[in-house]
T-cell receptor, first 111, second 114 residues
Framework: GNSVTQMEGPVTLSEEAFLTINCTYT??????LFWYVQYPGEGLQLLLK?????DKGSNKGFEATYRKETTSFHLEKGSVQVSDSAVYFC??????????FGPGTRLSVLP | DVKVTQSSRYLVKRTGEKVFLECVQD?????MFWYRQDPGLGLRLIYF???????EKGDIPEGYSVSREKKERFSLILESASTNQTSMYLC?????????????FGNGTRLTVT
């Protein structure tokens, strides 16, 4: 079946540092890939998505590229802010109705 | 923007009570989902619905039931609440028009069963 693996963290960075959160997946078909963000006390919000190989999703300074050859979808941001502190989830969606989520990575950004 | 609204942010119930969690979406989405989120266990799917009056069990349906009488509303029911159902409950909806469609989540209901 489909699965998603991501680094669990927690990840602690100083403001303006470079962020990478690794995500790899296993899928039998041609899934779409997503990153969601969850701020404290809230639900998950869609951060970005990519629907086919070599697509790059981007939003709010975050980027991720769908790499079929390495089955990866790593999240990156060049300069993090304190307001980026949250939990980040990598997810996979396929032709079926269900999504598969990674365990989430907690990011703390210190001023 | 898609809006998924969960009726309560916080709920405290007693063991044995029947509990209703309500979710409404405003984008005419065919698919709706209920997840629970627990520390260390991630998101786990309880039930989902393809369309009105249709439902499918997810990974952890025991102790729960659902109702979808109208397209925009998906209710999660705890028939007899137990302390191990203390959790964050997240509702989501999704368009069935494309496999690329993302899930859209509500803000969650934090349920405490005492």
């Amino acid at each position: 079946g489909n699965s998603v693996t991501q680094m669990e963290g927690p990840v602690t960075l100083s403001e303006e540092a470079f962020l990478t959160i690794n995500c790899t997946y296993t899928a039998t078909g041609y899934p779409s890939l997503f990153w969601y963000v969850q701020y404290p006390g809230e639900g998950l919000q869609l951060l970005l998505k990519a629907t086919k190989a070599d697509d790059k999703g981007s939003n709010k300074g975050f980027e991720a590229t769908y790499r079929k050859e390495t089955t990866s979808f790593h999240l990156e941001k060049g300069s993090v802010q304190v307001s980026d502190s949250a939990v980040y989830f990598c997810a996979l969606g396929d032709y079926g109705q269900n999504f598969v989520f990674g365990p989430g990575t907690r990011l703390s950004v210190l001023p | 923007d898609v809006k998924v609204t969960q009726s309560s942010r916080y709920l405290v119930k007693r063991t044995g009570e029947k509990v209703f969690l309500e979710c409404v979406q405003d984008m005419d989405h065919e698919n709706m989902f209920w997840y629970r989120q627990d520390p260390g266990l991630g998101l786990r799917l309880i039930y989902f619905s393809y369309d009105v009056k249709m439902k499918e069990k997810g990974d952890i349906p025991e102790g729960y039931s659902v109702s979808r009488e109208k397209k925009e509303r998906f209710s999660l029911i705890l028939e007899s609440a137990s302390t191990n159902q203390t959790s964050m409950y997240l509702c989501a909806s999704r368009s069935a028009s494309s496999y690329n469609s993302p899930l859209h989540f509500g803000n969650g209901t934090r349920l405490t069963v005492t």
